[in-house]
Nanobody
């Protein structure tokens, strides 16, 4: 059974930094794409960033480019998201997800498994 557990969320002031982690278990293959999405109250879940199995491919939403950095450690089945220069509009629940087809996927529907989410709140 695949499980994804996010950690590292919290409350931070505008301009601050947070680092999120997503630990996976039950994944029998290392060849899968991992992604971060977020959902603010009253809004749809949106793509934030994704990384291919080797780390050679990454993608970012325009709203986070230059501020967020995605990485992964396949030996630990863990993905990370370093978030710098945070803004109030980054406030949301952040979810990690896995695409077992290992595509260059940026859409919610492409991902097979999801974590429970971690809250990130940025105060102004």
């Amino acid at each position: 059974q695949v499980q994804l557990v996010e950690s590292g969320g919290g409350l931070v002031q505008s301009g601050g930094s947070l680092s999120l982690s997503c630990a996976g278990s039950g994944l029998t293959s290392k060849v899968y794409t991992m992604g971060w999405f977020r959902q603010a109250p009253g809004k749809e879940r949106e793509f934030v960033s994704a990384i291919g199995w080797s780390g050679g491919w990454t993608a970012y939403a325009d709203s986070v480019k230059g501020r967020f950095t995605i990485s992964r450690d396949n030996a630990k089945n863990t993905m990370y998201l370093q978030m710098n220069s945070l803004r109030p509009e980054d406030t949301a629940v952040y979810y990690c997800a896995v695409d077992l087809a290992a595509r260059a996927a940026v859409s919610v529907g492409a991902y097979d498994y999801w974590g429970q989410g971690t809250q990130v709140t940025v105060s102004s």
